[in-house]
């Protein structure tokens, strides 16, 4: 097959498809990288207010000894609220509920649900499920919004784009160019990177550019988690009862501050 | 009576016993359930699988094949495919992806073993509560209280006793409901199918 016929083959596809790859352009610095990234930003929390998707989901955890794939679905909402439901063959592997304020990780194998307020979440790191973290990914700001002004650094020749979250936490973001579009974040703690995360392959699908996969990585305790997406949808109406998780009868219920949160013998 | 008469008579009796047990069992679906599993050898067939939850439904296919006594393969295809081999008491279950192999004791879990694949209905009832409803159902509710699912229901063909439809309510709020193809049955299906065989070197995790 000729060049040119490889490449009608290829549009052809992604129209079926309906999914546009992204192609990268040279990378912005300073003042007009700065810009960009804010007006990224602002064109984002316009564009996608929620979203819906079927995704793959890949597990890994030091604590859980082992690696593991299941199929799941979510549906998130602005600015903070997410349901994540993973499953395999006929059992569901956990439901990950977050409104913004509190969070909810239901394990129907362990019968029991941990909970806690939002700031409580990375106690949950051995088993990286992390509602809020997750849904912050979604909307393009990782980690959580800015509490300070953004900043251009500079790592290993290349423009970033960081700022400061509450608790003294640095986000370092890198992004790639025309469109703007986040490539890799990572969560740093004095001089330690305590977390990863890494944007994969965007593609355009229904006007929005969005990543293939998203792969959330916690050096320290090994923890991975990735999302790879298919049937993603923007801007349905999400009813919010499906933010606020009601328990099955007869599950315990632990806080995530109790020290045997999971369980004797579990992840 | 003349022999002839006699031999007559006598069909007639066995045609009226076989039409009646089979009007009866027609009305009855323990009866048909309880038939199809007592004259099966081995079994086989697909499914199609649809996942209701709090976010809606999703669709996965795959395959199911049974051998008397309680040998059950189940294969999940398509994107996170998975195996689940069940030899009587013992589960396998196993991800390409996963790396390993988890192996469980179904009774430990409160599951019961084989979802309605055993060798009677007698038999199923040492787990389950068994309820018809009406002439094509059949309601399933787990003996334990430990049972990840709090009802199956299964609703039968009528001309073979097989399921055609296998609904599992889940004590967490899903369901998941298998549309069963036609199942071929008695066709032998070898013994290798049922034995815990995975890649060399994986490891087995037990629960």
Known sequence: MSVSRSLVALAAACAVLGAVPYAHAARLSGDALLAAVQKARVERRAQVATVEADVVIGLASKAWGGAGTCQGRLAAARPGSLRLLGYVAIATVFDATTDGDRFWLYLPTMDRVITGAAAEESLLIALPVLPGEIVSALFGEPYGAPESGLRVIEVDGTSWVAWDLAGGHEVRARYGANPTLLERAELWEGGRRIARLDYHDYRRRRGVWWPTRLDFDWPEEEGHLSLTFDQVRFGGVIDPKLFHFETPEGVVVVRASDPDRFGEGAP | ?207
């Open chain 2, 1 to 207: 009576m003349s022999p002839r008469a006699a031999g007559w008579t006598g069909m007639g009796l066995v045609l009226a016993l076989a039409l009646s047990s089979a009007a009866g069992a027609a009305g009855d679906p323990r009866a048909q359930l309880d038939r199809a599993l007592r004259t099966t050898r081995d079994a086989g067939t697909t499914f199609r699988q649809v996942r209701t939850d709090a976010l809606g439904t999703t669709e996965t296919s795959g395959r199911l094949e049974y051998r008397k006594p309680r040998q059950v393969r189940l294969e999940w295809l398509g994107v996170a495919a998975a195996t689940a081999i069940v030899r009587g008491d013992t589960v396998w279950f196993y991800q390409p992806s996963q790396k390993s192999i988890l192996k469980s004791s179904a009774a430990a879990g409160g599951a019961p073993p084989a979802l309605f694949l055993d060798e009677s209905v007698a038999v199923l009832e040492r787990t389950y509560r068994v309820e018809a409803r009406g002439a094509e159902t059949l309601v399933l509710t787990p003996r334990t209280e430990r049972s990840p699912w709090s009802r199956v229901t299964l609703t039968l063909d009528l001309q073979t006793g097989w399921p055609r439809r296998l609904v599992l309510a889940a004590t967490d709020g899903s369901s998941t409901r298998l549309d069963f193809g036609r199942f071929r049955v008695n066709r032998g299906i070898a013994a290798a199918r049922f034995a815990p065989r995975f890649p060399p070197g994986t490891p087995v995790i037990d629960l």
